[in-house]
C-alpha cells in the first residue's frame, strides 16, 4: 500500500509537471530565464545542493545510516577545532534537518541566482558569445558568476559556523544569507519563495513516507524545539546577505518600491522566526524573548527597506545632532567599561574587553558619518539616509560576530568525567555520569553564573583533541526508553556506544538502577545509583536494594546492622536471608521482589521497564 501510493504520487507529479512544461511552460520559463541563466538552469544553486547533500552521504556516512548520521566530529565545538569550525555550516544532525534547509536553498536560491545573474546585465547575451568572450572582465564570465553564486553561500555557511552562537551545525545560517539577498532584490519572487519552500518539501515528505502511523504516546522530559534553534547563525546570515544585495543594487543604480521591500522583509522575518531570542537561564530553564523579537524584527525591516530604496540626501543637521547626542551615551559607557576591563580594576569584567573594545568601534562608526553634518552643517556622502541606514546593517552584523567572538575560543578538560568507569573510542572519552560539571572554559570570558556552570547527567562524550565536551543523551531519555546511544567517529571511521539502564522501583522510594555502556560487543558498567531502601518493615528487618559493579543485591537490617545481603534472584527463583525468604515471581513478564517471613509477604521491588 505504501509503495503503491509512492508510486501513484511520483506518477501524478510527474505527469502534472510534464502538461506544464509541454503547455507553454517551457516557452514560458525560456523567456523569463534565457538572460539570465545558461540553458535555463540555476547552476550556482544545485552544485551547492549537491555538494551539502554529497558531504551528508558520504562524509557523515548518511549512505549507510540515513537516519542517523555521525554529527559530533563536524560541530563547531571551539576555534581550536578547526575541522568543525570549516565543517559545521555544511553538515547535518538529520534527514528532516537536511530536507529543511535544501529546499529553502533551492527556492530562494533559485531566486537570489536570478537576480544576480549569469551574464552581467539584462542584455540579451547568448550562450555562444558570452561563455568565453575573451573581450569581457574575468567575473564577467558565466562560469566565473556561476561558481560565485556557490562560493558566496558557502562563504556566508562558513562564517556563520565560525561566529555561531556556541557548537553550531547545519547550512541554514547560508540559506538566510540566500533569504536576505532574495527579499532585498526580488521582494516579490522571495515571498513566493517561502510558499515554494514549504511546498517542496511536503511534496519530498509524501514521497518519502506516503502512510505515517501515529499512536497516543509520551515521551521523555526534553528541552523546548525552539531551544535548539541557531537564531544568531540564522539573523547573521540574514543581515550579511542584505548587505550583499544593498551592495548590488547599488552598483546596478536600480530602484525598488519601498512598501514591496519593507512588507516582503517583514513577513518573511515573523513567518520564518527571524525573531527567535532564547537565553538559558540556569538549569534545564529557557527563556524565549518573543516581545522584543518581534521589536527587533520592525526594527530591522526599517533598516532594510531604508538601505535598499531611501534617499541619496543627506540627513539634516538637526538629525544629525540627535544622532551623535544619542551615540554619545552608548559611547561613554562603553568606552567607561572597556577601560575598566583593560585596566583590571573591576577583576569581574576583565574578560569582557574584547566584547567591550568591538562595541565602542561598532559605537565609532555609526556615529562618524554624521559628524561634519553635525559640528559644520556641511553635507556628508555616508550620512545620507541610504548609507546611514546601510552603516546601521553593519554595525547590526558587528553585534552578531560579537557573541561568536566571545563563545568561540573555547578549552576542554575531560577530568570532571575520569575515574566515572569511562571507556575510549579513538580521541573521544565516553561515560554515563550524575551531577557532573561542564568541562569546557570560555577563555574569552569570567563568568561565574549558573547557566554556564550548570551539571549534567547522562550519557556524556568529551574529547580533547575536538575541544568537545557534550551530553550524548539525556539522562531522562534513558530512564524513559531504558536505553540511549552516541554515534562517535571522524572522516572514515564511525562507532556506536550504547548505553543500557536496568533497575528496580523500590516501593515507597525512588528507583536504585545501573547503567552499563556497550561497544564493539563487550558491557562496561559506568554507573550505579545510591543504595534504595524500600519503606516497609517485615519481622522488624528493613530492605535496601544495593545495585553493584556485577549484579543487583538485597541488603538485609535490623536496627541499623546488617544481617546479611543475597543477589535478587531470577525469575521464579528464591533466596534465603535468615529469617526472609527472598522470592522473585514473574508477573506477566515483569519481575516483582517479594519477601517472606513466617507467613506474610510484601513486595519490596519492582523491575524497571521502559
Known amino acids: ?54 558531504f551528508y552521504l558520504l562524509a557523515q556516512h548518511g549512505l549507510t545510516s540515513w537516519n542517523e548520521p555521525l554529527t559530533l566530529p563536524f560541530v563547531s565545538w571551539s576555534w581550536f577545532y578547526p575541522v568543525g569550525v570549516l565543517t559545521s555550516g555544511f553538515a547535518h544532525g538529520s534527514p528532516a ?99 515554494a519552500s514549504s511546498a517542496l518539501s511536503t511534496l519530498y515528505q509524501a514521497l518519502a513516507d506516503p502512510v505515517v502511523r501515529g499512536t497516543i504516546s509520551v515521551g521523555p522530559p526534553a528541552p523546548p524545539s525552539w531551544a535548539g534553534i541557531a537564531f544568531q547563525a540564522h539573523m547573521l546570515g ?72 531611501g534617499s541619496d540626501r543627506s540627513i539634516s543637521r538637526s538629525i544629525a545632532i540627535l544622532a551623535v547626542a544619542l551615540l554619545a551615551i552608548p559611547f561613554a559607557l562603553t568606552t567607561l567599561w572597556f577601560l575598566a576591563a583593560l585596566s583590571g580594576a573591576v577583576p569581574e569584567l576583565s574578560g569582557f574587553a574584547p566584547f567591550a573594545a568591538l562595541l565602542v568601534l561598532a559605537v565609532v562608526a555609526l556615529a562618524l558619518p554624521a559628524l561634519p553634518t553635525a559640528l559644520r552643517g556641511e553635507d556628508s556622502r555616508w550620512a545620507t539616509r541610504r548609507r ?50 561542564g568541562g569546557q572554559e570560555l577563555l574569552m570570558l569570567d563568568l561565574n553564573t549558573s547557566s554556564l556552570n550548570q551539571t549534567y547527567d547522562g550519557l556524556l562524550v568529551a574529547s580533547d583533541s575536538r ?48 547503567v552499563d555502556l556497550i561497544h564493539d560487543g563487550e558491557r562496561t558498567r559506568s554507573f550505579t545509583s545510591d543504595p534504595v531502601r524500600a519503606d516497609v518493615h517485615i519481622d522488624d528487618h528493613r530492605v535496601t536494594v544495593v545495585p553493584t559493579q556485577e549484579e543487583f543485591e538485597l541488603r538485609v537490617t535490623r536496627d541499623g546492622d546488617v544481617v546479611g545481603t543475597s543477589a535478587i534472584p531470577d525469575a521464579g527463583d528464591t533466596a534465603t536471608v535468615d529469617p526472609l525468604t527472598i522470592r522473585a515471581i514473574d508477573d506477566d513478564g515483569t519481575t516483582q521482589v517479594v519477601v517472606e517471613s513466617d507467613g506474610t509477604s510484601v513486595t519490596v521491588a519492582v523491575e524497571e521497564t521502559y
Open 467 to 514: 575541544s568537545m565536551w557534550t551530553i550524548g543523551e539525556r539522562k531522562d531519555s534513558i530512564a524513559f526508553d531504558g536505553e540511549g546511544e552516541v554515534q562517535v567517529g571522524g572522516l572514515g571511521w564511525r562507532e556506536t556506544v550504547r548505553a543500557e539502564r536496568t533497575g528496580w522501583e523500590v516501593t515507597g522510594n525512588a528507583s536504585a538502577y545501573a
Open 388 to 437: 546611514t541606514a546601510f552603516l546601521g546593517l553593519g554595525t547590526v552584523a558587528i553585534l552578531l560576530l560579537l557573541p561568536g567572538i566571545l563563545y568561540g575560543p573555547v578549552a576542554v578538560d575531560t577530568d570532571s568525567i575520569t575515574e566515572t568507569n569511562e571507556i575510549e573510542v579513538g580521541d573521544y572519552v565516553v561515560t554515563y555520569a550524575e551531577n557532573v560539571t
Open 238 to 309: 540574514f543581515v550579511v546577505g542584505v548587505l550583499l544585495a544593498v551592495g548590488l543594487l547599488w552598483s546596478r543604480q536600480k530602484d525598488l518600491a519601498p512598501l514591496e521591500v519593507f512588507f516582503a522583509t517583514l513577513a518573511f522575518g515573523l513567518a520564518l522566526s527571524l525573531w527567535l531570542l532564547v537565553w538559558p537561564g540556569g538549569q534545564d530553564v529557557f527563556y524565549l524573548y518573543r516581545g522584543a523579537g518581534v521589536i527587533f524584527v520592525v526594527l530591522l525591516t526599517g533598516l532594510v527597506t531604508i538601505a535598499a530604496t
Open 1 to 54: 500500500m505504501v509503495a503503491l501510493t509512492a508510486v501513484v504520487l511520483a506518477a501524478l507529479l510527474a505527469g502534472v509537471g510534464w502538461l506544464v512544461w509541454t503547455n507553454g511552460g517551457s516557452e514560458r520559463w525560456r523567456a523569463l530565464t534565457d538572460d539570465r541563466f545558461v540553458y535555463g538552469v540555476p547552476w550556482g544553486t544545485l552544485v551547492a545542493v549537491a555538494l551539502v547533500t554529497a
Open 97 to 195: 534537518h537536511l530536507l529543511g534547509n535544501m529546499t529553502g536553498t533551492l527556492a530562494f536560491g533559485v531566486v537570489a541566482e536570478y537576480a544576480w545573474g549569469h551574464y552581467p546585465q539584462r542584455r540579451g547575451h547568448t550562450i555562444q558569445d558570452s561563455l568565453l568572450a575573451p573581450e569581457e572582465s574575468r567575473f564577467s564570465r558565466p562560469g566565473a558568476r556561476i561558481a560565485l553564486v556557490t562560493g558566496a553561500m558557502f562563504a556566508v555557511a562558513l562564517l556563520t559556523g565560525i561566529f555561531s552562537l556556541g557548537p553550531g551545525l547545519g547550512f541554514s545560517g547560508a540559506v538566510f544569507g540566500i533569504a536576505g539577498f532574495a527579499i532585498v532584490t526580488k521582494p516579490r519572487a522571495a515571498i513566493a519563495a517561502v510558499v
